[in-house]
């Protein structure tokens, strides 16, 4: 686990720890994907907002460098069944 804190600064307040994986993955050709997760211990927890909003950076195939938006809705929560979370998703690709 990595701590995520307030700042650059090795004595910044930690606010929650992180952990990932890198793995290669493609037949053909080499790719990365990256599973990272973020876990806040203080402060507010955006994963219990019914409204949130993520950033579309980019994409594979004809959403390869695509920009945009998601908004989240969540319309059901329960840490131990799962969710149901609507995905409203805007992007522009070129």
């Given at each position: 686990?990595?701590?995520?804190?307030?700042?650059?600064?090795?004595?910044?307040?930690?606010?929650?720890?992180?952990?990932?994986?890198?793995?290669?993955?493609?037949?053909?050709e080499?790719m990365?994907?990256?599973?990272?997760?973020?876990?806040?211990?203080?402060?507010?927890?955006?994963?219990?907002?019914v409204?949130?909003?993520?950033?579309?950076?980019?994409g594979?195939?004809?959403?390869?460098?695509?920009?945009?938006?998601?908004?989240?809705?969540?319309?059901?929560?329960?840490?131990?069944?799962?969710?149901?979370?609507?995905?409203?998703?805007?992007?522009?690709?070129?």
């Open positions: 686990m990595t701590p995520l804190t307030e700042g650059c600064d090795l004595k910044s307040r930690v606010i929650g720890n992180s952990r990932g994986v890198y793995v290669s993955a493609g037949k053909h080499l990365l994907v990256a599973y990272l997760d973020f876990g806040f211990t203080s402060g507010k927890n955006p994963v219990r907002d409204d949130r909003e993520f950033t579309v950076v980019s594979r195939g004809k959403f390869r460098m695509a920009r945009g938006f998601c908004k989240l809705k969540c319309i059901f929560f329960n840490e131990t069944n799962g969710s149901i979370v609507e995905y409203t998703v805007v992007v522009r690709h070129y």
